[in-house]
């Protein structure tokens, strides 16, 4: 485990965890599990800590997102957006990552693998890894040695990467299901989208891809918007929803 003073081990020397990859993919099967995420709580868990137990997601959903940037470093960015997309097997969706603040009681278990889902998410929307890796390494920057809270990691992801991820972070954390993209289409190449979402105003951009396989990068939120794409109709219409967890109808 990951304190600094009393060091544990038990994955028997194995690659992934206990000689198992919960992704399913195969890219976790070539590390030991245990030594990389716990060697991720140097950074977030002992560098930067919550302030509360509530928010024991800040610690575990970073470390478990430190466990794709493992396998980007060795094996390359796709091979580590495929292990983040696997991981989706181990969410339920029960309760919000976030747990009450001041009784000592943590959020869902689902702060692990859904966080890191999250993470993956901000770093497509941001779709710039160069200001993606100073985040992250800024965060323990200018938290370094400090606890900090939900409104902290919020506010300085969104002030650095000039993107407003407030709701982005609003559903994903405090609250237990996932937006829904819906698209309607109008006429050929004019469509109605929006968010279904129970965060009022949600507006988390998003990825979809034209018949060409360009990826184009829209802002809905929870109103109907009219987005007009020439060539396109609801059938070569494509979402990425291998980057977000998100459901979508079209």
Known sequence: ????????????????????DGSETGWGMKWDFIVVHESGHEWFGNNLTAKDLG??????????YSEALFIDY???KKASQAYVNGNRRGIKNDRPLQGPYHVNKEGSGDMYNKGGVL??????????DKKWRGILRGLNKDFHLKTVNYSDIVNYISFKSGIDFKRTFI??????????????EKSPGEFLIRWI???????MPVHIID??????????????????FNGLTKENLKVDTFNYYIGVTI
């Open 1 to 20: 485990m990951e304190h600094q003073s009393a060091i544990a081990y038990g994955n028997k020397f194995k690659n992934g965890y206990l000689g198992s």
């Open 55 to 64: 928010d024991m997601w800040i610690h575990e959903s970073f470390t478990n």
């Open 74 to 76: 060795f094996y390359g």
């Open 119 to 128: 993470h993956n998410m901000i770093r497509t929307i941001i779709d710039d």
């Open 171 to 184: 559903q994903y954390i405090q609250k237990s299901s996932i937006p829904t993209l819906e698209i309607i």
């Open 197 to 203: 979402s129970e965060v009022k105003g949600f507006d």
């Open 211 to 228: 018949q060409k396989g360009k990826r184009i990068l829209i802002k809905p939120n929870t109103e109907f918007k009219i987005m007009k």
